[in-house]
C-alpha cells in the first residue's frame, strides 16, 4: 500500500498519517520527492480496509493497493489448479466438461427425456432448477422439493451428476441432500451469509457472476465459500450488465483468461444467460471454449415453445446434438479434449 | 402484447402462435397489413413471461409487452402517494426527511454522540449498521445484535427513529425487535426470499437499488414485499455501476422524477454511497432534493479518520451542521419543507 | 510515476526498467521493501506514455500514475475560475446562465419567435443547430449556411448571443462568421482535428462530453482547444450511456462538483439529451443547478409536435417560462444568481 | 411502426395523431381493444423519426418502430455476403484474413521488420498507422505523410496489402494514395461527415465500433459510407467500454454472430484494443474466430518495450507467429480456412 501525499502536504500531515499508520500496527516507510511525500506501508496482513481509513486525510491524495484483496483464491496460495471431481466428471482437468438441461425442472417427464438427449449428446452433469429466483412475484418460481427429487431421478436414470440453484440459507439442507453441486446464481452472487451457508455445506459450488460484478469482487465472493474449508468453486461467466440490447446480457469472454491468469478457480461460460436468443448460444459456446474456459452450462429444452422460463435461449434436443461435436472441435484446436456423442457410443 | 411477425411469416407460423394463445386463455386479434401481420393479445391477466413464451416461435419478429410489468407499486393500484408513519416523522409528505448516521455501528459513545449531533441539525431518523454486507470476507462485518441494543439505546436517548440493515432471513427476528425501519443493501436488492421474508415483518422497508438494476426491477422488487401486504416500501436511489471512476457510483438523479412518475412510493438519495467521496456528498445531496426527493440518507461520523468503514465518504458533525441548511433552501425553492437546527430549537 | 515490480522479480529486471527510465531522461529512485522493489521516476515532464511504456516489462506489476495527464485545465495552471464574456453576458461568474432553443434551425420564423420567448422568460443565450449530426444518414441534417443566417438574424432581432454546432473543420469558417459560440456534440467530442482547428478559430467553445467519455479524457480533450492559445472552453454534461434505458441517457450530475474540484472552466448541464423526454427535463434542470452548475442548456420548441428532430424532449414557451422561476429560486438557494423575467421586465 | 395510446387517451387525442399520421402522407390503421387503441402507420418508406415526432403527442404511451432503420447493410437489400478483392486477399470468403502490424508507424526498419515477420507467419494486410488519435494532446501523434510513405515501402517489399487510419477529411485524398483500406477509429465511429467523405474515396472502408456504440448504431453509420455507393465496408469489433477495468475494453463477442445474422458487411474482431494486454490477445483472437469472425486485426511489433504507442498489447514476432496456427486450428474447427505459414512455405 503506497500513500501519495499532495503536492503541499504539510509536516503535520504527513505526520498524522504516519501515526495512524503506526496505531495500526504497520510500518510506514518515507520517500520524499520534489514534489511530494510518499509513504510505503510495511507490515502484514495489512487490513482489508486500511485504503478506506487513509484516504480521508488531509492531505492525501490517493492510496494505491498494490496487493491484490483476495487471497485463497490466487496462484500464490494455491499453485496447482483446482480440479473437482464429481461421481466420474473431473471438472478443471484437460476434458471441457459440458453441463446441460432445462431451465427448470418442470416435469419428471420432461427432465428425464431431457437427461437422456443431453447425456447421448456428450453431457456430463444435468442442470435444472427447482428454485428459481425470478425479477417479478407473479412467475413460476420452481417446483422446490419435488424438483429436487425430479432431479435425482433423473441422476438415477442416466448417472448424470446434477447441479441446481439453492437461493437462500433456509433451502440449503434440502437441496444438499440431492445436489451433487451448489449453484449460486447472479442475483446472489454477493449474497455474502449465503455464500458462507453454502460454502459450510461441504459440496462443490458453481458461483455465477454477478450482473456488474468486477472480477476482483467475483474473486472476493469465492473466498466466501473458500474460507468455510471448502475448495471446490467453479466459476462461471454468463454476461454482464451493458448499453447493449441485442443480447440479453454481453458475454465478458475476456474473464477467461483473466480469471485463469488471477486463480487456480476452473472457469466455466453459460452462453445460453450471456445472449438470451438461441441463434448465439452455439457460437458463444464455441467463443468461450476457444477463450480457455474448463466448461460449459447449456440451456436445453424438449420443447422450448412450452418452456416455463428462458424457451427464448434453450436449445432443442437436436440443436443441442448438432452444437456438441463443434465444440468438441474447438476444444481439440485449443489442445482440450471433449467426448461426443459417437466416442462414446464406441466405448 | 403485441405479436410481429416477420415478413414473410407463414399461414401456419401465424396459426401456431395464436393456437398457443389461445390455449393460455386469451384472445388474439389478428392485423393484416401489406407486408406483415400483427397479433395483439387480448384479456387479463397476461401470464408475466407470456413474452418470452411467444419471442420463441417460428416466424415471430418481436413481441412487444404494452403494459408494464409491475402492479402493486403503480399509480394505477394505489392513486394516492404513500405516506409512512414512522414515530412522530411522515415520509412521502410534504417534509424532505433526512436520515443520517454512522455507516456501522462501531461503539455505544459513537452512535449516541452521532445521534445527538444529526439531530441537533435536523435529521429525523438516525442510521447505522448492525450487519454489514462487505465484499470481502475479511473485513469487519458489524457488532451484530449488540449493535442493535446501541441503535436502540440512541433512540431513547435521542427520540429519533432508527433504521439498520438486514442481510438474511435468519435475522430479521432480532432486528425486527429493534428497528423502526429494515434496510435491504444494494447487493441483496435481487434476494427475493430475503424481500419476501421482511415485507411479512410488517415495519417499512427501505429498498435501495442494485448497481446495475433497471429501474422496472426495481419496482418488481419492491412488489415482493408489497405482496406480503406490507405497504410501506421506501425506494432508494443509491448509484449505480458505470464506467467512469471519479466517483465511487454514478448517481442516477433522474431515478427520482422517474420513479415519481410511475410509482406511488417514496423516494429517497443516498448521497454518500452514489459518490463515495465526502467532497461531493454535499451537491448530490443538493440535486436529490432539487429533483424532488422526499428525502436523504447521509453518512456522518464523529472521526471518520477513524470509522471503521466508509470513513472517505462520511460527513463530519461540522460538515453535516453546515449542510443541512443548504438543504432546507433547496427545499424550500422546490415547494418542500424542511426543519432546521435553529428552528428546532425555536420550537 | 510509480514502477510496482512483481514479489519475484530479478534484479535484472529491475535494472531493465531502470535503464528505459534513464534513456528517457528521467531520474530512478529505488524502494526495496520486503516482498517488492518500488521504483518511483523522478524529472518533469514525464511523456504521456510512460506508464503504458513501462507496464510492458518483464518483472513489472502495475504502473501507478501519481499526477493527473491534463494541464492546461487544471487549477495548479489557472488558479482563478476562467470566466467568458459573450456579448453582455458573463458565463462562470455568480450568475446561472441559461441557453435555450431549438434543436435545430428549421425556419425563420420558428427560431425567432423561440427567440422572443426564450428571451422573455429569461434566458441570456439562443442555441439552435444549423448542422446536424443524426444516427442514420437518412435524417433531417439542418438547413446548414442558411440555418446560420436565421441564427444572425434572431440575434439581431433580440440580443440574445448565440450558439451552434460545427461539425467537420471545413464548415469552421462558415460557423465562425457566424456564431458567438461554438458548441462540440457529444460524438464529436474526441475528434481531435476539429478541437484543435475549432480551438484555432479563437472563439468560445462548449465541449459536449462523450456518450462514454471518462472525466479526465473529457480534461483532456478540452486541452485540444486550450493548446491552441483558447482559453474559452466550457464543459457540457448532457448523460452518460449506461444500461438503464428509462431515459435517453442518464444525468452524471456528479460531473459538475467533480470537474469544478478538477478544473477552472465553467460546467454547464443538458437536461434535454439528458431525460430525452419531456417531464423529466425540469427535474434535472433543477438538479443540475444545486450541484453547481454555472448554467444550463434547454431545448425549446415553439410547437414540439411539429419538430422536426427531438420534439419529445423539447419544452413549449409555457412549461419554459413556468420553470425558469424555479431555476432562479434554486440557483438562489445555493448562493447564485439569476435573474428572472419579472425581474429583467422590472429593469 | 406501432402507436399505443394510453388506456385514457380521449377521441381527440387519437384524431391529432391520425391527422399528424396523414399529414406525413402515410395511412393509419386503428385497432380498438378493450384498453387502449393502438394505430398502426401504413405506407413507406417512414421518415426516419416518425417515431421521435409522434411520442411527442398528448394520450400517445409509446411508438413502437418494428423495422429497423439500417437498409443497406442489411440482408433484405442485399442477400449476398459481402466479398471484398483487396489485391489478391478477399475478405467476407471463406478464409480468415490476419491483419497484423504495429500500432503505429514509427520507422521504415520497424516497419519492414514487422511486415517480414507477420507475412512470413501468414498474415495478408499490414496494419500501421500514420496518423494517430490521441486522448491527450501531448502524445505522439505519428508520423503522418512519411508513415504513408513507409507502409508503401512496405507493400512493396512483402506484396501484403495495407491498411490505416485517417482521422479528418483533409487527409483523406494523401492516404487514398497510399492505403489499401481506410481504417475509421473508434473515436471517429460517429464523424458523419467524414464517414461520407470516405465512402466517396472508392476504397474499401473497416469501421471500427465505437466505445458505446450501439450494434444499430453501428450498421446506421455503416450506412453513411454505402450510401456514396460504396459497397466495401469491413466492421470491426474492438471492445466496448463498460465497468470492468481488469481488461482495458470488453470485447463482446457476440458483436460477431449478431451482426452477420443483422447483415452481410464482413465482422473482423481486434483482440489488441479489447484486452489491451499481451496475455489475453490470443485467448480473444480465438475467441473471435470461433465465434466466426471473418478476420482478425492484431498489433505487432518488434519491441514492445521500446514502442510509441499501445506496446503493453502488442505481441512480438514471435509470440506472432505461435499464435497463428492456434489461430488457425480453430479456424478450421469452425469450417473456415487459414493459411499457415508452414503451409504457405510450402506453396
Same mark, same amino acid.
Request: hydrophobic share 45%; with cysteine; aromatic share 4%.
Given at each position: 500500500?503506497?500513500?501519495?501525499?499532495?503536492?503541499?502536504?504539510?509536516?503535520?500531515?504527513?505526520?498524522? $498519517?504516519?501515526?495512524?499508520?503506526?496505531?495500526?500496527?504497520?510500518?510506514?516507510?518515507? /520517500?520524499?520527492?520534489?514534489?511530494?511525500?510518499?509513504?510505503?506501508?510495511?507490515?502484514?496482513?495489512?487490513?482489508?480496509?486500511?485504503? =478506506?481509513?487513509?484516504?480521508?486525510?488531509?492531505?492525501? !491524495?490517493?492510496?494505491?493497493?498494490?496487493?491484490?484483496?483476495? #487471497? +485463497?483464491?490466487?496462484?500464490?496460495?494455491?499453485?496447482?489448479?483446482?480440479?473437482?471431481?464429481?461421481?466420474?466428471?473431473?471438472?478443471?482437468?484437460?476434458?471441457?466438461?459440458?453441463?446441460?438441461?432445462?431451465?427448470?425442472?418442470?416435469?419428471?417427464?420432461?427432465?428425464?427425456?431431457?437427461?437422456?438427449?443431453? #447425456?447421448?449428446?456428450?453431457?456430463?452433469?444435468?442442470?435444472?432448477?427447482?428454485?428459481?429466483?425470478?425479477? /417479478?412475484?407473479?412467475?413460476?418460481?420452481?417446483?422446490?422439493?419435488?424438483?429436487? !427429487?425430479?432431479?435425482?431421478?433423473?441422476?438415477?436414470?442416466?448417472?448424470?451428476?446434477?447441479?441446481? =440453484?439453492?437461493?437462500?440459507?433456509?433451502?440449503?439442507?434440502?437441496?444438499?441432500?440431492?445436489?451433487?453441486?451448489?449453484?449460486?446464481?447472479?442475483?446472489?452472487? @454477493?449474497?455474502?451469509? +449465503?455464500? =458462507?451457508?453454502?460454502?459450510?455445506?461441504? #459440496?462443490?459450488?458453481?458461483?455465477?457472476?454477478?450482473?456488474?460484478?468486477?472480477?476482483? !469482487?467475483?474473486? +472476493?465472493?469465492?473466498?466466501?465459500?473458500? /474460507? @468455510?474449508?471448502?475448495?471446490?468453486?467453479?466459476?462461471?461467466?454468463?454476461?454482464?450488465?451493458?448499453? !447493449?440490447?441485442?443480447?440479453?446480457?454481453?458475454?465478458?469472454?475476456?474473464?477467461?483468461?483473466?480469471?485463469?491468469?488471477?486463480?487456480?478457480?476452473?472457469?466455466?461460460?453459460?452462453?445460453?444467460?450471456?445472449?438470451?436468443?438461441?441463434?448465439?448460444?452455439?457460437?458463444?459456446?464455441?467463443?468461450?471454449?476457444?477463450?480457455?474456459?474448463?466448461?460449459?452450462?447449456?440451456?436445453?429444452?424438449?420443447?422450448?415453445?412450452?418452456?416455463?422460463?428462458?424457451?427464448? @435461449?434453450?436449445?432443442?434436443?437436436?440443436?443441442?446434438?448438432?452444437?456438441?461435436?463443434?465444440?468438441?472441435?474447438? %476444444? @481439440?484446436? $485449443?489442445?482440450?479434449?471433449? %467426448?461426443?456423442?459417437?466416442?462414446? %457410443?464406441?466405448?
Amino acid at each position: 500500500m503506497i500513500v501519495v501525499m499532495e503536492p503541499g502536504a504539510t509536516k503535520d500531515q504527513i505526520g498524522a $498519517v504516519v501515526a495512524r499508520v503506526k496505531e495500526l500496527g504497520l510500518g510506514a516507510h518515507l /520517500s520524499q520527492g520534489e514534489e511530494r511525500t510518499i509513504i510505503g506501508l510495511v507490515g502484514t496482513p495489512l487490513p482489508p480496509t486500511v485504503d =478506506e481509513m487513509l484516504e480521508v486525510y488531509a492531505g492525501v !491524495e490517493r492510496v494505491v493497493r498494490i496487493t491484490k484483496k483476495f #487471497k +485463497l483464491s490466487g496462484w500464490d496460495f494455491h499453485p496447482q489448479k483446482t480440479m473437482i471431481r464429481v461421481r466420474d466428471v473431473v471438472i478443471g482437468g484437460e476434458e471441457v466438461v459440458v453441463i446441460a438441461g432445462p431451465c427448470s425442472v418442470e416435469s419428471e417427464e420432461q427432465t428425464i427425456t431431457t437427461a437422456r438427449a443431453v #447425456k447421448a449428446a456428450g453431457a456430463k452433469i444435468l442442470r435444472g432448477g427447482a428454485y428459481k429466483p425470478r425479477t /417479478s412475484p407473479y412467475e413460476f418460481r420452481g417446483l422446490g422439493r419435488r424438483g429436487l !427429487e425430479i432431479l435425482a431421478a433423473a441422476r438415477e436414470e442416466t448417472g448424470l451428476a446434477i447441479i441446481t =440453484e439453492v437461493m437462500t440459507p433456509a433451502d440449503i439442507e434440502a437441496v444438499h441432500e440431492f445436489t451433487d453441486i451448489f449453484q449460486i446464481g447472479a442475483r446472489n452472487s @454477493q449474497n455474502y451469509l +449465503l455464500l =458462507e451457508e453454502v460454502g459450510k455445506a461441504g #459440496k462443490p459450488v458453481m458461483l455465477k457472476r454477478g450482473l456488474s460484478m468486477l472480477m476482483e !469482487e467475483w474473486l +472476493l465472493a469465492a473466498e466466501y465459500v473458500l /474460507s @468455510q474449508n471448502n475448495p471446490d468453486v467453479i466459476l462461471c461467466e454468463r454476461g454482464i450488465r451493458t448499453f !447493449e440490447k441485442e443480447t440479453r446480457n454481453t458475454l465478458d469472454v475476456a474473464a477467461v483468461p483473466v480469471m485463469q491468469k488471477l486463480s487456480h478457480l476452473p472457469v466455466f461460460v453459460d452462453p445460453s444467460h450471456a445472449s438470451g436468443k438461441r441463434p448465439y448460444v452455439g457460437p458463444l459456446a464455441l467463443a468461450g471454449v476457444a477463450a480457455g474456459a474448463d466448461g460449459l452450462m447449456i440451456e436445453v429444452h424438449p420443447s422450448p415453445d412450452h418452456a416455463l422460463s428462458d424457451g427464448n @435461449q434453450s436449445l432443442t434436443f437436436d440443436e443441442f446434438a448438432a452444437l456438441m461435436p463443434r465444440i468438441a472441435s474447438v %476444444a @481439440q484446436a $485449443v489442445g482440450r479434449t471433449m %467426448a461426443t456423442a459417437g466416442e462414446m %457410443a464406441a466405448v
